[in-house]
């Protein structure tokens, strides 16, 4: 393990870094996600403190990815952020289906006009009873 | 009504509107031409017809649309003699600041946001790194650069997370070598900015539909 192998490790490790950290930031940015959200809440000005709580979110959960260290936090802790990665991966299929634009699609083919509430509800259930399906019945994955 | 400004030249009194895009207003004001649009002309005339009121105090909706036609008979009713040019056709999107902020839900609505955004990023990222099985790669590839086994690349892995802060700095885009508040937008505001006038649009379009 001399000084030139470090150094090409070193180099190549810190452009892969690169790639995938601009890869996975501008996969959220181009969703729209962080838009919707500020409109929601109508918190406009915080948007540079957003952008650094992605980049914050994303280093620490790196690292913890690749050196595993351990938190003493109760169950309850575990719903709460439970909950917040599936609005999250919620937002990110919704944002999905939005950019693929499966929703006017359906309104355009089958001539619905008033019911696009229940087709979203119903998209919405589908996906919460498949996630539910998926994790609780174990044969589904083996 | 108009005054004589010079009686030697015989031109119409002439006015130039470029209407603002989008105008944020109190409640209790009255809305004039002149918070609406930039005018352009004689000094006299442009004192007159910028008080001309447009609206005035009870708004029904929070953010609506006035359009230019409105204006341009506000103004004749008045003036029939000036000669109106508008240099653009947008209508123009009026929102109505009412209420004060509450601060603490602004707050608690910032750190949901905010604990949204983190747990969410490290979701992604970590289901990135699963599905690429990102700490098998790095374990062969440091096997075949040094020869050694081991199961914590250190190498490798402190230089590649640094890498990824590195990568989303620069995306954003927070480095100016020059100058402090430079020009450059980073791509976050870009986005904002453009989801928001899409929103604009859709309710200017939407003014315009009649529906029979």
Known sequence: ?142 | MIMEVCPMKNYYHEIYLQPKEKVYIDPNAPLTVEDMCEISGEDQIVNQIKSIEVFRKPYVKPIFVVPLLQIIKNIKNRYPDVKINILSERDILIEVNNGAKNKFFYFLKMIFVCLLLFIGAGTAIMNFHADVNMDTVQKNFYEFITGEKTDHPLWISIPYSIGIGIGMFVFFNHISLKDKKSNNPSPLDIELNSYQTTIDDYIRSKSKESKN
């Open chain 1, 1 to 142: 393990m001399n000084f030139w192998d470090g150094l090409i490790l070193i180099s190549i490790s810190l452009a892969g870094g690169i790639g995938v950290g601009t890869a996975v930031v501008s996969f959220v940015i181009v969703l729209d996600i962080v838009p919707r959200l500020v409109q929601l809440t109508k918190t406009h000005d915080y948007s540079t403190l957003y952008e650094i709580i992605l980049m914050f979110g994303v280093l620490v959960f790196t690292v913890s990815y690749l050196f595993p260290f351990k938190l003493p936090l109760s169950n309850l802790t575990a719903i709460a952020i439970g909950l917040l990665m599936g609005i999250f991966i919620g937002m990110l299929a919704a944002a999905l289906e939005e950019v693929l634009n499966v929703i006017p699609i359906i309104k355009e083919r089958l001539n619905i006009d008033k019911g696009i509430f229940y087709i979203i509800m119903a998209l919405s259930l589908g996906k919460i009873f498949g996630s539910l399906m998926y994790w609780i019945y174990p044969s589904i994955y083996h």
